[in-house]
């Protein structure tokens, strides 16, 4: 591209209704313009996780407005955006579909071109917007909805490297809490419970650990932290603490673990690059999961690239840069792109022509 390209990003694949003006200029680096992000929490709260027909109504509500406010942020209108990029996937399919639909539907209206966005893809490729970071790179993807370790080669070019076996990293947060009365989402309140506890004090596995490949498994230690709990029921303030501390604490181990593993993979596969570890997904604001990365990091000599928390959890930025990155080599979608409840990262096609 021999200017600078504009790209309207839209996510609705989970419970954040969410869009964002990006802009890639002739290097090939980019910024944002503007970002609007919608969470769903407060319809989701009373039932302690995301309902999905609630949120497919909230993102039918939502979005148009939120579409709005990023251009009106952005000082801009349709007419000055080069592509829309929609989220066509992996996720909750009716929250996918309002959010293509409205991609396709803003496309031809306008006679814009439209890229269909694999969300796992926007989270790989944040690093790029954020720390200009290079291909080859491994990435730690810990959300809500998945846990896998990637090697993103370029664009649509991925290796998985590991993934969950059952429950994803945010799910098992988020389940913990649940199962100690925290509210949700649980991530950011088992950690705050975990700050004043004793992480010592319930002895939980640490399940896969000891096998070579890379995958993970977190829902043994759920059961695990169950009848710790029942154990000591009924559980007091300090109990929950403790729990909270001694389940962050397994989960942190099995993480850096796998982490370490797969640099030593990275730095045989690829001996004259410095390695770089990008950590995504809305686990990666996790303070503890962060240090012991850190420390991971400073022991394999990575690079470590944790992206801000507001472009870590889900956002419509990610989704316009990883549509500009594909608009810049001529990556685009019909209209008969169909949306996805689920889209490995690595049935992608090649980004390269
Ligand atoms: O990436 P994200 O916003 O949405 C998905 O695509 O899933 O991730 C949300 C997940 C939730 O499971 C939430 O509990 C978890 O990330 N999370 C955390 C923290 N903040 C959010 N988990 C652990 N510690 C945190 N501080
Ligand atoms: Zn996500």
Known sequence: MDRDIFLLGIETSCDETAAAIVRRDVDGHGDIVSNIVRSQIEEHKAFGGVVPELAARAHVVHLDTIISRALDDAGMGLAD??????????????????????GKALAAATGKPLIAVNHLEG???????????????????VSGGHSQIVLVKGVGDYERWGSTIDDALGEAFDKAAKLLGLGYPGGPEVEKAARNGDPKRFALPRPLLREKRLDFSFSGLKTALRLAAESVAPVSKTDIADLCASFQAAVTDIVAVRSAQALARFAAEYEDVVPTYVVAGGVAANAAIGSALREVARQTGANLVI??????????????????ERFALGLVDGFDVAARPRWPLDELARGVL
Request: net charge negative.
């Open 81 to 102: 955006i080069d592509a829309i990029a929609a989220t066509a996937g992996p996720g909750l399919i009716g929250g996918v579909l309002v959010g293509l639909t409205t």
């Open 123 to 141: 989270h790989a490729l944040t690093a790029r917007l954020t720390d200009r970071v290079e291909f080859p790179y491994l990435m730690l993807l």
């Open 307 to 324: 992206p801000p928390p507001a472009l870590c959890t889900d956002n419509g930025a990610m989704i316009g840069w990883a549509g500009a």
